[in-house]
C-alpha cells in the first residue's frame, strides 16, 4: 500500500521497551525507520525526539503533556502500549488531530492475577512473615492469618479488571461486591454495594480498579480508609493518584489495616536506574511492587501486537476505530480508490467547502465516511483519481481554513 507520504520515510518512535511483537508488526508491514528505547526519555530529549516522530508508542511512564505534543509537528498518530491513556493530554492531541490508540484489555488479566495472589498474601500476613524470616525470626503462628474463602472482596471500579478479579475471586468462594459510578452487569454472584461507605463497611479485602481521572484523584483518603474494617487489607495496582499514600502509610503503622499491596504510585521513579522514594517503604505488612501488575511476558507481546496493528491500520487505511480521543471511523480496503483523509476542526462550514472542491472538479466519489465529536470532524473521501488528482485534490484540501491534518492513501 502506497501512502501520500512514502512508507520508508514514517518514522516510529517506540519508547519503554515495548514488547518486540511491535516491532515485527511494523517491519512486517513495511515501516522501517524504527526508533527504539528501552527506557523512557528525560522530557528534553522527548520533545527533540518527538519532533521527527510520525508514529510514537509508550507506556505509563512517558507524559504527553501539551508542551511535549506541540513539539511533535509530523505526527499523525500514539499508541499507549497499556491500558491507561492518562499519561497523555488526550483533548491536546485530539486538537492537533492525532489519534490516541491503547490496548483495553491485552494485560487485564494479568492485574487480576496478581491482585487475587496478593490477596491470599496479605490475608495470610504473608509480608510480615516473610520479612521476619528475612531477619532470621521465625513467626509460625496462625494469629492473623485466615482462608480467603468466605470472606469479602470489594471491589472499587468494576470494569475490565474489576470484574476478572471478582470472577476469580468467587471461584475460590470469596463474595464479592462491587461500587461503580456506572450501573454494571454482574459477573456471576457479585452484587453492587448500597454505596461506597457499604462497600468499606461490609470487605475484607479492597481492591481498586478505578482510571486516573479528575473524580478519582485522591478518591480514597482517611476517611476512606477508616470507614474500611479493623483488620482489612487494601490492594491498589489502579493508579498511585487515587490513594492518600500518608494516610495509608499511617493506617498500616497503626494496624487499623493489616495489609497492603501497592503497585502504583503518586511519584514513581523514572526509570529503574533512579531510586524509589515512598512513605511505605520499611513497612513490613506492605507488598510493595514497581508497577508491574501488567508487565507478563504474555500480556506485552499481546500488547506489542495489538497497539501497533492500530497503528499500521490508521497509517494504511485511515481507520480510527477505537481510538480514546478521536472520531471512530472503520473503513474498509480501497482496492480501487485513492483515498483522501481530512481532520478538521469541527466548526460550520468545513463540510461544504469539501464538497465544494469534489463539486467543483468534477471528481466522483466512490465512498464518503464521516464521524465528528465536539472538536474534530473527521472526513474519508473515496475516489476515482489518478494518483497527481489525488495529490492536487489533498494539496487544496489542506488550505480550507479549520484543516488540521490531511493525507493520502493511494
Ligand atoms: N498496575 C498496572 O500495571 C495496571 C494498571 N491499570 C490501571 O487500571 C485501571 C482500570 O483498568 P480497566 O479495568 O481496564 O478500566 P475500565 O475502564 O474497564 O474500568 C474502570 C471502571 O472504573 C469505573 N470508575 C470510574 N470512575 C470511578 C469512580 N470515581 N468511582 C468508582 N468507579 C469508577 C468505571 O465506570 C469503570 O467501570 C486503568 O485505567 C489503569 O489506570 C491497568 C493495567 C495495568
Ligand atoms: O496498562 C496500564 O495502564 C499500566 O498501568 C501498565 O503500565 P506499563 O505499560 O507497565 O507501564
Avoid at 23 to 39: C, L, M, N, T, W
Avoid at 266 to 280: C, G, R
Avoid at 299 to 325: C, F, H, M, P, W
Wanted: proline residues 4%; hydrophobic residues 40%; aromatic residues 4%.
Amino acid at each position: 500500500m502506497k501512502t501520500s507520504f512514502p512508507k520508508q520515510d514514517i518514522r516510529v518512535l517506540l519508547l519503554e521497551g515495548v514488547s518486540q511483537t511491535a516491532v515485527d508488526v511494523f517491519q512486517r508491514a513495511g515501516y522501517s525507520q524504527i526508533e527504539y528505547h528501552k527506557k523512557s526519555l528525560p522530557e528534553n530529549e522527548l520533545k527533540e525526539r518527538i519532533a521527527e516522530a510520525h508514529i510514537v508508542g509508550l507506556r505509563s511512564r512517558t507524559q504527553l503533556t501539551a508542551d511535549v505534543l506541540e513539539h511533535a509537528r509530523r505526527l499523525i498518530a500514539v499508541g499507549c502500549f497499556c491500558i491507561g491513556t492518562n499519561q497523555v493530554d488526550l483533548g491536546t492531541a485530539e486538537r492537533l488531530g492525532v489519534p490516541v490508540f491503547n490496548a483495553p484489555y491485552s494485560n487485564t488479566r494479568s492485574v487480576a492475577e496478581l491482585v487475587i495472589a496478593e490477596a491470599i498474601m496479605l490475608l495470610r500476613g504473608i509480608p510480615q512473615k516473610s520479612m521476619q524470616c528475612h531477619r532470621g525470626g521465625w513467626a509460625k503462628s496462625a494469629n492473623g492469618s485466615y482462608e480467603a474463602r468466605d470472606k469479602v472482596l470489594g471491589i472499587i471500579g468494576y470494569g475490565h479488571i474489576g470484574t476478572q478479579v471478582g470472577v476469580l475471586a468467587e471461584s475460590m468462594g470469596m463474595h464479592v461486591i462491587f461500587h461503580d459510578v456506572e450501573t454494571k452487569l454482574s459477573m456471576g454472584n457479585a452484587r453492587a454495594a448500597a454505596s461506597l461507605q457499604d462497600l468499606l463497611q461490609r470487605s475484607d479485602v479492597v481492591t481498586l480498579h478505578v482510571p486516573e481521572t479528575p473524580s478519582t484523584k485522591m478518591m480514597f483518603g482517611a476517611r476512606e480508609i477508616a470507614a474500611m474494617r479493623k483488620g482489612a487489607v487494601l490492594i491498589n495496582a489502579s493508579r498511585g493518584s487515587v490513594v492518600d499514600i500518608e494516610a495509608l502509610a499511617e493506617a498500616l503503622r497503626s494496624e487499623h489495616l493489616a495489609g497492603a499491596a501497592v503497585d502504583v504510585f503518586p511519584t514513581e521513579p523514572k526509570s529503574n536506574d533512579d531510586p524509589f522514594v515512598s512513605p511505605l517503604v520499611g513497612l513490613d505488612n506492605a507488598i510493595l511492587t514497581p508497577h508491574i501488575g501488567g508487565s507478563t511476558l504474555e500480556a506485552q507481546d499481546n500488547i506489542g501486537i495489538e497497539v501497533a496493528s492500530k497503528l499500521v491500520r490508521y497509517s494504511d487505511n485511515g481507520s480510527t476505530l477505537s481510538a480514546v480521543n478521536f472520531p471512530e471511523v472503520s473503513l474498509p480496503e480501497h482496492p480501487k480508490s485513492r483515498r483522501l483523509l481530512h481532520i478538521h476542526k469541527n466548526v460550520p462550514g468545513v463540510l461544504s467547502r469539501i464538497n465544494e472542491l469534489f463539486s467543483a472538479g468534477n471528481i466522483n466519489i466512490d465512498a464518503q465516511f464521516l464521524q465528528t465529536d465536539a472538536e474534530v470532524g473527521y472526513v474519508v473521501i473515496d475516489v476515482s483519481a489518478g494518483e497527481d488528482q489525488a495529490d492536487e485534490l489533498k494539496a487544496k484540501l489542506a488550505t480550507i481554513p479549520g484543516t488540521l491534518r490531511s493525507r493520502v492513501l493511494y
